[in-house]
T-cell receptor, first 116, second 116 residues
Framework: AQKITQTQPGMFVQEKEAVTLDCTYDTSDQSYGLFWYKQPSSGEMIFLIYQGSYDEQNATEGRYSLNFQKARKSANLVISASQLGDSAMYFCAMRANPNTGNQFYFGTGTSLTVIP | GAVVSQHPSRVICKSGTSVKIECRSLDFQATTMFWYRQFPKKSLMLMATSNEGSKATYEQGVEKDKFLINHASLTLSTLTVTSAHPEDSSFYIC????????????FGPGTRLTVL
């Protein structure tokens, strides 16, 4: 069974500071993908970053980077130079072996508030 | 990126009526679409996986007679909430995957259903 755990229900960060949102996962599949999505109050899910299980380099997308530690089964999201517009819910998700299913498994989310 | 639309964005209905929500992939063909339900400040709960031309696969605990899913074409999937009750009030989100591409999933903007 696949499982995603986000242990921080709420986080605060000062504007322009960096923040790390934690995510751990559990799967027996060797091939999987890890995703981070942002959900502002409008409700839309915005794709931020992707890391494949076989990718050797940590993924980066602008101010977002993914700290992938495969042995620890963690995929933390790092947001650098936080902006007020970063205030939102953040969800970590995993998609396991495409041969066994296409569904995404989501964590419970972290609510990030950026303080001016 | 690919665009997925949902219609309507908001719907209010009386208890006992049925409501249809449409999910369209606007610029790509989606062989697989997913339907999620999200309660306030909670994570996304996968309801069903919808494959074009075949019956939807429902997650455990989701009533297939209550939540009818039809995926008649490669660009359209519909979710019908039959005989809606106040407890069906929720935020419903669809997503779609590109055929043969499993490392990305495109989400619709969501539909907020309120049953009076």
């Amino acid at each position: 069974a696949q499982k995603i755990t986000q242990t921080q229900p709420g986080m605060f960060v000062q504007e322009k500071e960096a923040v790390t949102l934690d995510c751990t996962y559990d799967t027996s599949d060797q091939s999987y993908g890890l995703f981070w999505y942002k959900q502002p109050s409008s409700g839309e899910m915005i794709f931020l970053i992707y890391q494949g299980s076989y990718d050797e380099q940590n993924a980066t997308e602008g101010r977002y980077s993914l700290n992938f530690q495969k042995a620890r089964k963690s995929a933390n999201l790092v947001i650098s130079a936080s902006q007020l517009g970063d205030s939102a819910m953040y969800f970590c998700a995993m998609r396991a072996n495409p041969n066994t299913g296409n569904q995404f498994y989501f964590g419970t989310g972290t609510s990030l508030t950026v303080i001016p | 990126g690919a665009v997925v639309s949902q219609h309507p964005s908001r719907v209010i209905c009386k208890s006992g009526t049925s409501v249809k929500i449409e999910c369209r992939s606007l610029d790509f063909q989606a062989t697989t679409m997913f339907w999620y339900r999200q309660f306030p400040k909670k994570s996304l709960m996968l309801m069903a996986t919808s494959n074009e031309g075949s019956k939807a696969t429902y997650e455990q605990g989701v009533e297939k007679d209550k939540f009818l899913i039809n995926h008649a074409s490669l660009t359209l999937s519909t979710l019908t909430v039959t005989s809606a009750h106040p407890e069906d009030s929720s935020f419903y989100i669809c997503s779609a995957s590109l055929a043969g591409v499993w490392n990305e999933q495109f989400f619709g903007p969501g539909t907020r259903l309120t049953v009076l």
